[in-house]
């Protein structure tokens, strides 16, 4: 399938996105709220970058990249100033820069999402097995966005002047495959004499055009167009959409009117559970780290990590997240250094403690083991930590105020019975290595199982006293499974 490049269904003066039924993003409900970005935590509270290479999302095409590359704009890291150096094209930049005059409505980046990509590798994780990730049933993730960042640091003069963001879903052009084929008049007269692959390759396809579906040229609006200024970082909160319209999305493109610079671009959502109804013939595995099935658990059971981002568990809440945020916890692999962890002050009280909260990515009918990641954290892991589990009635997206997850090491909450402890107390932790604790059971004075250790919703992890924790993992059954083989048992 190839990716269109049309351009959207913006005129160069509108502000309006486009007028489609279809679009889960219809006009009434397309307004986006600027916010300064001094005023809000990054990212937001219960969202993940879905364009971080630790998902392995990646730029799929741009239209010119002539002074600074397009791959600049996904980097981890804050832009970088380097005053007085050159390059052969110019001055140095640290982000995406294209060159003056286009001719075209705009210059643009199309990014591949990780999370419904195909086979291959990056990030630092397989793309192929992210699939047995979600639980092995093969649907693509749908994905809802809440909020974009664009930052132009540095670029003073040259910066973008405006943007728009759009996505769209072309599950077959994955890996790089798919350079954009279906090139209108427009778009076609502003391409640059030098040109690059994209466009060289668009010149001799054009004749193709015609046997494309209207689906195929389809870009759904999610940030219509907007103004930047010079060097700033600008934040823009989506309208609050409902989990029913989430889409199975694959490609997002940035547009830039006309031309010009962008250090990072950003695009902050999370990813609906896909854990619905499982078949019990169907045997899973956990997500691909070095942590293995729990020797306590059958092979045949359908264990997965409930913790994970790409299953679609996020963070409700944390006490601290001044160096790391919290959302990185549930990111896969194991990444590469601090700055993909979570990691808090340094406390100065005699029995402070950091806590954060995830909510699951489904009921969990049964948590066997919990892997506590501190890699790459050597002079500031915890001392030790604590999980307990909770049950929690969540309002769709909104997992309410932070008060209600309690705080402190959760003992008043576990006396009043909001959490309960799962790993059996305080479980010392060492530097720069995976923790792996079974989770202890729960028994009645009749000596049966109790039924307090199912359904889980949240998870809280403790960190004693402060520290940085790179991820977190919970193996457990989700209750749909434990559901599909009572079911099947019965016929």
């Not at 307090?452 to 949240?458: A, K, N, Q």
Request: with cysteine; charged share 25%.
């Amino acid at each position: 399938m190839e990716i269109p490049i049309l351009p959207p269904a913006l005129s160069s003066t509108s502000t309006e996105p486009s007028n489609s039924s279809s679009s889960p993003f219809s006009p009434s409900r397309t307004t986006a709220q600027r916010i300064p970005s001094t005023s809000i935590s990054f990212p937001p509270r219960g969202t993940i970058n879905l364009t971080s290479p630790l998902l392995s999302s990646r730029i799929h095409s741009f239209s010119d990249e002539f002074f600074a590359p397009a791959s600049s704009l996904l980097l981890p890291h804050p832009p970088v100033h380097k005053p007085g150096v050159y390059i052969h094209t110019g001055k140095w930049y640290d982000g995406w820069e294209t060159r003056r005059h286009n001719r075209a409505d705009f210059d643009w980046v199309v990014i591949e999402l990780g999370v419904n990509s195909g086979d291959g590798e990056a990030g630092g994780v397989g793309r192929g097995e992210r699939r047995g990730d979600s639980g092995g049933s093969g649907a693509q993730r749908k994905v809802l966005f809440k909020a974009v960042e664009v930052d132009t640091a540095f670029f003073d003069g040259n910066h973008a002047p405006e943007v728009a963001v759009e996505a769209g879903c072309f599950p077959d052009a994955v890996d790089g495959k798919g350079v954009e084929r279906f090139v209108d008049e427009r778009d076609e007269q502003g391409r640059r004499a030098a040109g690059t692959a994209v466009a060289a390759e668009a010149e001799g396809a054009q004749s193709s055009s015609s046997s494309s579906s209207s689906s195929d040229r389809h870009w759904t609006t999610v940030l219509p167009r907007q103004t930047c200024g010079p060097s700033q970082r600008h934040f823009w909160l989506l309208p609050p959409f409902e989990a029913a319209m989430a889409q199975p999305y694959t490609h997002v493109r940035l547009l830039m009117y006309p031309d010009g610079g962008i250090a990072r671009f950003r695009l902050y959502g999370n990813i609906q559970p896909i854990i619905i109804i499982i078949p019990a013939s169907l045997s899973l595995s956990p997500i691909s780290t070095t942590a293995s099935l729990p020797p306590t658990t059958s092979s045949t059971e359908r264990v997965i990590d409930l913790a994970s981002a790409l299953n679609g568990a996020r963070i409700s809440a944390s006490s601290d997240a001044h160096f790391g945020a919290a959302s990185n916890l549930l990111l896969p692999g194991r990444g590469t250094d601090m700055r993909d962890g979570w990691e808090t002050k340094r406390s100065r009280g005699g029995d402070h403690v950091d806590w954060v909260v995830v909510r699951l990515a489904a009921p969990a009918a049964r948590v066997a083991r919990v892997v506590v990641d501190t890699k790459d954290f050597r002079g500031n892991y915890p001392r030790a930590v604590r999980v307990l589990g909770g049950r929690f009635v969540v309002d769709g997206d909104d997992d309410g105020e932070e008060g209600r997850w309690g705080g402190g090491k959760g003992e008043e909450d576990e006396k009043e019975g909001r959490w309960m402890d799962l790993l059996g107390g305080e479980r010392e932790c060492a530097a720069d290595r995976e923790h792996f604790f079974d989770v202890v059971g729960f028994e009645s004075k009749e000596g049966e199982r109790d039924d307090r250790e199912t359904g889980w919703s949240h998870v809280k992890l403790v960190i004693l006293p402060d520290g940085g924790v790179k991820r977190l993992r919970v193996f457990g059954v989700p209750v749909a499974v434990v559901r599909s083989e009572e079911k099947e048992k019965d016929r």
